[in-house]
């Protein structure tokens, strides 16, 4: 069994994890454990998450379903970014900052909504569907502020098998590639024909991790799920899918496939308290 690192004062909580984290990731197969408490205790290693995770990696907000025609909007926090997801004009998904320029009012205050364009409720200011300022009323353009070179600024986004994806930092490399891998699997589900009908949101009181290995795996769905998944899938007819880089999941062996992806549970993040709180986990 590998050697964790030892705890020593002058190392800090987060290098002590993420020394750990390396050692663990070394352990053959065969030997893997689930992680220590700590990841999913420590309100340092949390911090270190949200900015090393969701901030630079490419984060499923929802289903274009969501917002099927031009007007159509959804907002989201994310690491504490306030998101605004709209269908613009061109019936181009966007994924614009929700927090205006002029003193940083939200700009949309509903979770959902139809505009025609965007007006903040404390000045006025209006923005068009793409972000453009169309109008700051009583200010005229001068030598330091020009309407036509102010717009809420744009996430990087893209959109997968009709989910749409950010990415705070604009640096990850293009998730379509990273996620082609998985692609033959679930083809026979043309998820991109997949009608939006309805959402529903959770909130569960703990650290985002047990949800994400939750959904990673089909092993707890005799025990946990006797009367409603076990008679269609039960645990014995469950099988890990081969690992990519960006996903994993499993499957069940046969008939119809279950496919419950890492990042498609991703889809509900709308809000951080899904990863912000790390309490303790409650099974009921
Ligand atoms: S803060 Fe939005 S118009 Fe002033
Ligand atoms: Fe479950």
Known sequence: MATIAKRGADVSEVQRLRTDLAVLRQVPR???????????????YLEFEREALFRTQWICLGHIGAIPNVGDYFTAELVDEQLLIV??????????????????????????????????????????????????????DGEHFSKAACRLPQFASEIWQGYIFVNLDGAAPPLGAALSPIEPYIR???????????????????????????????????????????PVTPTGLCEKLPDGDAFTGYRYIFGFVLLFLDLLFLISVKDSRYYREPYAVEYQ
């Open 87 to 140: 269908r613009d004009t061109t019936a181009t998904v966007r994924v614009l900052s929700n927090v205006c320029r002029h003193r940083g009012s939200p700009v949309a205050t509903l979770s959902a909504g139809h505009a025609a364009r965007f007006v903040c409720g404390y000045h006025g200011w209006t923005y068009a569907l793409d972000g453009r300022l169309l109008a700051a009323p009583l200010i005229k």
């Open 188 to 230: 026979n589900y043309h998820p991109s024909e997949q009608q939006f009908l309805y959402e529903a949101q959770e909130v569960w009181q703990t650290n985002w991790k047990c949800l994400v290995e939750n959904f990673m795996e089909g092993y707890h769905l005799s025990p946990l799920h006797a009367k409603t998944l076990h």
């Open 30 to 44: 065969d030997q893997a454990r689930a992680l220590p408490a700590a990841f999913y205790t420590s309100r340092e």
